[in-house]
């Protein structure tokens, strides 16, 4: 139980595109999901917080009309990469959680941007 | 706030001997307390966690953590490493009040298992 998935696990687009990365738990409902990005070889860094329904919080520094998050539903968040350039490439994680203390990770999303 | 501390970016240890990675936390509240580990090009897999318990914390994959309050430490152990427990590991903490329950992550730390 407590699976999260992400789609697609792996992206390449032009400079200047938009993407979108989904975020779905698939066998539970989730109140709260998170996106990471993590650089190469570094920890991961909390870019936003979505509830099912609400705004997301982003973080201190994170572009929130560039990283467009949505959470319509309970097992679905997106996070929507807008005129992407070649510093967005990185690796997108989400995490989805429950009402209790766990979170529990997708397996990523490598973006490449040309 | 909250903040985690992982002493030691890269440890390498010989199969078959003891595992030893260093978390060190701080919070201004009771923590909850994580270890997560990545393989290359994969999400982050819970190991264990620390919700006010017991403070000696067994995990998955033969590991343990222990809950060291006085010491603000959270280390986690493997008597005898593997060449599958190469990967890296984070150390992480959340508040357990509801409004506090996001992740702070330590800066990780890799582990290599020499042959």
């Known amino acids: 139980g407590a699976v999260v998935s992400q789609h697609p696990s792996r992206v390449i687009c032009k400079s200047g595109t938009s993407v979108k990365i989904e975020c779905r738990s698939l066998d539970f409902q989730a109140t709260t999901m998170f996106w990471y990005r993590q650089f190469p070889k570094q920890s991961l860094m909390l870019m936003a917080t979505?509830?099912?329904?609400?705004?997301?919080?982003?973080e201190q520094g994170v572009e929130k009309d560039k990283f467009l998050i949505n959470h319509a539903s309970l097992t679905l968040s997106t996070l929507t990469v807008t005129s992407a350039h070649p510093e967005d490439s990185s690796f997108y994680i989400c995490?989805?959680?429950?009402?209790?203390?766990?979170?529990?990770f997708g397996p990523g999303t490598r973006l490449t941007v040309t | 706030a909250q903040s985690v501390t992982q002493l030691g970016s890269h440890v390498s240890v010989s199969e078959g001997a003891l595992v030893l990675l260093r978390c060190n936390y701080s919070s201004s509240v009771p923590p909850y307390l994580f270890w997560y580990v990545q393989y290359p090009n994969q999400g982050l897999q819970l190991l264990l966690k620390?919700?006010?318990?017991?403070?000696l914390v067994k995990g998955i994959n033969g590991f343990e953590a222990e809950f060291k309050k006085s010491e603000t430490s959270f280390h986690l152990t493997k008597p005898s490493a593997h060449m599958s427990d190469a990967a890296e590991y984070f150390c992480?903490?959340?508040?357990?009040?509801?409004?506090?329950?996001?992740?702070?992550f330590g800066s990780g730390t890799q582990l290599t298992v020499l042959p």
């Open positions: 620390y919700t006010s318990a017991a403070t």
């Open positions: 995490s989805a959680k429950t009402e209790v203390y766990e979170q529990y």
């Open positions: 979505s509830n099912e329904g609400s705004k997301a919080t982003y």
């Open positions: 992480a903490v959340s508040g357990i009040r509801s409004s506090a329950r996001q992740l702070t």
